[in-house]
């Protein structure tokens, strides 16, 4: 607090006839401030504050505790420590050089602290008990407020806190609106926990300080989330009324610093979305502090991206400002409207600061996914964002390359759809969507849907009267079945990947059968869901060779014909959770339930086996007499959960001549071309492109069928387990390009799912 050469501050043994040339300005308890005679000039500092040791101990001896050349900073110094360093002396009866630089630092530091303070501060507990101190253990600093009670709850002292309330000191004083209990929750659980046992302490639960926050708000602030609960256990509420100011109604969310206390919050019953005085969401200011983590919390918990606050600024706009090209690409996959205009007709786009390093990226992540140009009228614009620039920013490269399409692709979904054209075959009651299964990469059908919806205008399980899905897939399948949105979904996946994949694989079973108790509701049967027909791939263990094993919410082939083979009449008993276990047991990472392992380990793309149920379900229908109710397959589209790129293997995986030598060198290529295969064997197997969508658009044309792959590049082989919210946003991002690239195409299959809707 105050300037001085360090030296000038250090205590130190002096004899008094130094200041014999000098004149006393202040005396008080033995502490002395001397200060230059009048016309006498000096050549050291003028200023001194001493402190003389009694007559009866030495009349020659002293100790300078501080010498300053301005007289108001010594004069300060002189009333801090004219009753702290004597009493220190008395009570321990002797000059302890130590001691006394200790208590002069801290009342440098602290000029308007209290004896009481001060002994808190040092810990001298036995203390308390002198008179001389009780009668100060209410005082407040004067510069902050705060009485030594407070400053225990500082220094999570906790016998001190106990201590202090056996003396009857006050839990009532307030500093700067800030209760005892706000301290506890800034601090120490365990000194909250005390406090909340003593009625005194317990009436400002729910109190606002002088900036609007309650004590909710302060372990918040600090990320204390064991005292966000105690808190909560004790009734704090989490909309307390102002009843300091009105103005400043602030959630606790707004001042949130921690991922894990706002998910705490938002599990309690905090609103994502609730505004402060300026219109602003909490997402607004965690996009402003560039808290990336808070950011996802709130986004993957259903915060609206697109909110504006009262100058018209989405967390889009403010994002932008501030240049955080992650929070940006988060803002964008979770639906934030890119061309949203503020009060002053900019969208996001033009707030770019080109002079950042990071802008040409910055600009290029925007455009990419559809941001416009300012309109001609407005002012202000550089080349970026004019109406006539030409700047679109710079791609990052990327490593890898992707598989060259097909040339024969879109030869062949013409065909089919020509073909369709012609017999004027019906849409309605044959339509197919197609879910890969890909572990955390479902976000990616998640992202891919969504702007299918968007196009569509309605729910995306209303666009569909079949839905096949494995895995990942099998688990959106579900969850849009029971009538979850697409966000809520968003939420299911990122709810998945945070307590799912925890510690070593395999991973615990009880997490995630718990999340889909939860989310599903642990007694809803498969066979409620009446619309659409769902079928949801999983593999039988308890035979050899495993067989892929179809879960369907609709009377089976073989059980419409009474063939008397294995029945699936069983499944529709199986509640909803139990197929979404089923279907996502992937080997290595979760256990197998009952006897079923993840359909993705025989049908990762469930296309082909979706249209061979189809089509034996139409005939077995037309076998018995109901070919009037003959449902098949008049347009498909499947989704996948993103191409990885190509990686180059140094040394052939079958590549039997070893240039080393020594068993070592061969037990090392062995080992490290087994770990190579085990991943080959694991991707032929769960592959769900290449000549595996060739077959299904192939037929498909065959048959008349309009058949739609969509399928995003993706600039890293992304494991199924992912938890990186860095990674996963960028291949969302990627989704939402990719996405944005196909818009006509995208359109054009929702103009043909809904040709027949009413």
């Not at 949203?340 to 969208?347: A, V």
């Not at 600061?353 to 009228?377: F, M, T, W």
Request: proline content about 4%; charged content about 20%.
């Amino acid at each position: 607090m105050f300037r001085s050469d360090p030296g000038n501050t250090t205590v130190i043994a002096i004899q008094t006839k130094k200041y014999q040339q000098k004149r006393v300005i202040c005396r008080e308890n033995g502490v002395m401030l001397y200060g230059p005679m009048p016309g006498i000039p000096t050549n050291d500092i003028p200023y001194h504050v001493v402190l003389l040791q009694p007559v009866s101990k030495s009349t020659d001896s002293a100790y300078s505790l501080f010498r300053c050349n301005e007289l108001n900073q010594t004069k300060a110094i002189f009333e801090a420590v004219k009753e702290t360093v004597p009493y220190f002396v008395s009570v321990t009866k002797k000059y302890d050089i130590k001691l006394i630089q200790e208590i002069c630092d801290l009342m440098r530091k602290n000029p308007m602290w209290s004896l009481a303070h001060l002994i808190v501060k040092m810990n001298k507990m036995t203390l308390l008990e002198d008179p001389a101190v009780q009668c100060h253990i209410n005082d407040q600093d004067f510069e902050g407020g705060m009485t030594p009670i407070m400053l225990a709850i500082t220094n999570k002292n906790l016998p001190m806190v106990k201590a202090l309330v056996s003396l009857d000191c006050s839990l009532n004083i307030l500093c700067a609106g800030s209760s005892v209990l706000h301290y506890a929750a800034s601090n120490d659980k365990n000194i909250l926990k005390y406090l909340l046992t003593i009625n005194d302490g317990k009436i400002w639960l729910n109190s606002r300080n002088n900036i609007g926050l309650t004590p909710l708000h302060c372990a918040c602030q600090s990320e204390e989330d064991e005292c966000l609960q105690i808190l909560l256990d004790a009734g704090a509420v989490l909309s307390a009324p102002g009843n300091m100011v009105k103005e400043n109604l602030t959630s606790p969310l707004h001042v949130c610093k921690s991922s894990a206390v706002l998910e705490s919050l938002i599990l309690n019953g905090c609103d994502v979305n609730d505004i402060n005085e300026f219109g602003e969401t909490p997402l607004h200011l965690m996009v402003r502090n560039s808290n990336y983590d808070c950011t996802i919390a709130l986004l993957s918990n259903g915060a609206n991206p697109s909110a504006d606050d009262i100058n018209g600024n989405t967390p889009l706009h403010d994002a932008v400002k501030v240049g955080d090209i992650r929070i940006v690409k988060a803002l964008i996959v979770f639906g934030a409207e890119i061309n949203f205009m503020d009060k002053k007709g900019y969208t996001p786009r033009h707030y770019i600061d080109i002079r950042k390093e990071n802008s040409a990226k910055l600009l290029h992540i925007l455009h990419a996914v559809g941001a416009k140009r300012c309109q001609p009228d407005l002012h202000g614009c550089e080349d970026f964002c004019s109406s006539s620039g030409t700047n679109n920013g710079a791609m990052t490269p990327t490593d890898g390359a992707h598989p060259a399409k097909n040339p024969l692709e879109h030869m062949l979904t013409v065909a089919g759809m020509e073909r369709a054209a012609i017999e004027k075959r019906k849409i309605t009651g044959g339509r197919l969507l197609c879910l890969d299964g890909g572990g955390v990469r479902g976000l990616i059908l998640i992202q891919m849907l969504s702007e299918f919806e968007i196009l569509a205008g309605r729910s995306i399980i209303d666009c569909f009267d079949w839905v096949a899905g494995t895995s990942a897939g099998g688990i959106l399948a579900l969850a849009l079945s029971t009538g979850r949105s697409l966000s809520e979904c968003r939420r299911l996946f990122f709810k998945f990947k945070n307590e799912a994949f925890k510690g070593d694989r395999p991973y615990t079973s009880d997490s995630i059968e718990k999340l889909f108790k939860e989310y599903f509701t642990e007694d809803t049967l498969f066979s409620s869901i009446k619309h659409p027909k769902l079928l949801i791939t999983s593999v039988k263990t308890d035979r050899y060779p495993l067989c892929l094993h179809i879960f369907r919410n609709y009377t089976s082939p073989v059980d419409i014909l009474n063939f008397g083979g294995e029945s699936s009449s069983h499944i529709p008993k199986k509640h909803i959770w139990e197929l979404a276990r089923c279907t996502s047991a992937a080997p290595t990472y979760f256990n197998s339930y009952k006897s079923f392992l993840d359909g993705g380990l025989i049908a990762n793309n469930p296309t082909l086996d979706a249209l061979t149920d189809m089509l034996e379900y139409s005939l077995a229908l037309r076998a018995i007499g109901q070919s009037d109710t003959t449902d098949f397959a008049t347009i498909v589209l499947s989704c996948g959960t993103g191409l990885v790129p190509y990686t180059k293997i140094e040394n052939s995986l079958f590549d039997t001549n070893w240039s080393s030598s020594g068993i070592l060198g061969k037990a090392l290529i062995v080992a490290s071309r087994i770990k190579h295969l085990g991943n080959l064997i694991v991707e032929l197997i769960a592959g769900s492109d290449g000549r595996l969508v060739d077959r299904a658009r192939s037929w498909c044309s065959t048959a008349g069928v309009p058949y739609y792959r969509f399928n995003p590049p993706i600039s890293a082989n992304v494991p199924l387990d992912e938890t990186s919210n860095d990674i996963i946003v960028d291949i969302l991002w990627e989704t939402k390009a990719y996405m944005y690239k196909n818009s006509v195409l995208s359109r054009e299959v929702v103009d043909c799912l809904l040709r027949d809707s009413n």
